[in-house]
């Protein structure tokens, strides 16, 4: 009997310890495709990690989103296939290429002579680790590749908690014929797997495993005009914090940092999310149409949408997240008790079946 109970009790309790192991089918893979949101916390706490962490970020508020896409090399046009498709060197054969902003092109600003645009990163897939083997711009409507003389590996697999490794990678781009013109990239990658545990994120409760990338690059530009040329340098350290989970193709959240006088600062966080009709902007959601009433508003609002209303969530000006109700009727019409909540000014996210957009409120 004291043995069917035992038993019993373990199977009611949720493992603490269990952690996910990422492999090579969690990633990417071509023609995959990610919905992203995008938003920006300048004091979201990087430092909670280890076992059995606990990430909340469920207060993150989309201010936009995108689709992400792996894109197979065939599609980059002739001259990346030749670069990197099939019948390239066996370690440039590549699975795909993606949108990379790694390349600070917009520090070199008015320097270039032509207008670049859609700088992608070149991944090969292996079982066992992950490569970047290239980059490519599109200048003119043409994509053109540049080979790295130093591959370097993006992940090692299968990823597990307390995995550490190091990897660099080189590329020397020249621009010819688009201009007289060199781009060098050198990137040393340190990478930690440092946490696992439980992520809440705005697209839900997550087992997750953390990595922690540290990036040393220099890179430097020549360009020459009507004769005269000039080295551009820049050098910079970069972190990326990834919350990785079984099946979700990309990190569930990542949050980017630049190091400026020995501080992170927070550059971007993004987050896997469901579609919320905000790929321009979340101000900019012509398919719903609502309204809020009273406002000013004391014990209670209403919200009224030309289509259903799915929930609605209150936030803080400074993005936590003070209520949040979810719908099941068909409802347009939807009224919410704030007597709860101190007087000031709140943002009131509004989802629909139409998309979602964002109302100001203030509580008196």
Not at 208 to 227: F, K, M, P, T, W
Not at 332 to 361: D, E, H, I, R, W
């Amino acid at each position: 009997m004291r043995q069917f109970v035992f038993l019993t009790f373990m199977f009611l309790i949720p493992f603490s310890w269990a952690q996910p192991v990422i492999t090579a089918d969690d990633l990417f893979a071509a023609d995959d495709t990610a919905r992203v949101s995008e938003t920006m916390d300048p004091n979201i706490d990087i430092s909670i990690t280890g076992p059995n962490a606990v990430w909340d970020f469920s207060h993150l508020i989309a201010n936009s989103q995108r689709l992400e896409e792996a894109f197979p090399i065939a599609d980059g046009g002739f001259i990346l296939n030749l670069q990197f498709g099939p019948t390239a060197p066996p370690p440039y054969v590549s699975d795909y290429f993606r949108p990379f902003d790694g390349i600070p092109f917009e520090d070199f600003g008015s320097f270039l002579p032509v207008n670049i645009e859609n700088v992608n990163r070149i991944v090969r897939k292996e079982d066992d680790s992950l490569f970047y083997t290239g980059l490519s711009i599109t200048a003119d409507g043409q994509q053109f590749g540049f080979r790295s003389d130093t591959i370097e590996t993006g992940y090692h697999f299968p990823l597990e908690y307390g995995d550490s490794y190091t990897s660099r990678g080189y590329t020397y781009a020249d621009f010819d014929p688009l201009f007289t013109g060199t781009f060098i990239q050198y990137r040393q990658r340190y990478t930690s797997v440092d946490g696992h545990g439980t992520l809440v994120t705005p697209y839900g409760n997550f087992t997750a495993l953390r990595a922690h990338h540290r990036i040393e690059e220099q890179d430097s530009l020549y360009v020459e005009i009507q004769g005269f040329g000039n080295w551009i340098p820049i050098e910079r350290t970069t972190h990326e914090y990834e919350w990785w989970v079984n099946d979700e193709k990309r990190p569930v959240c990542k949050i980017e940092t630049e190091e400026v006088n020995g501080s992170e600062n927070i550059t971007a966080i993004t987050y896997r999310d469901e579609y919320l009709g905000l790929d321009a902007s979340l101000a900019s959601n012509k398919l719903v149409e609502s309204s809020l009433y009273p406002n000013p508003a004391r014990e209670s609002f209403t919200v009224r949408s030309n289509s259903t209303i799915e929930s609605i969530r209150i936030f803080g000006l400074e993005g936590r997240q003070h209520k949040q109700i979810n719908f099941t009727s068909s409802a347009t019409k939807q009224t919410l008790n704030t007597a709860a909540l101190p007087a000031g000014m709140y943002k009131v996210q509004l989802k629909t079946s139409k998309g979602a957009t964002f109302l100001k409120l203030l509580i008196k």
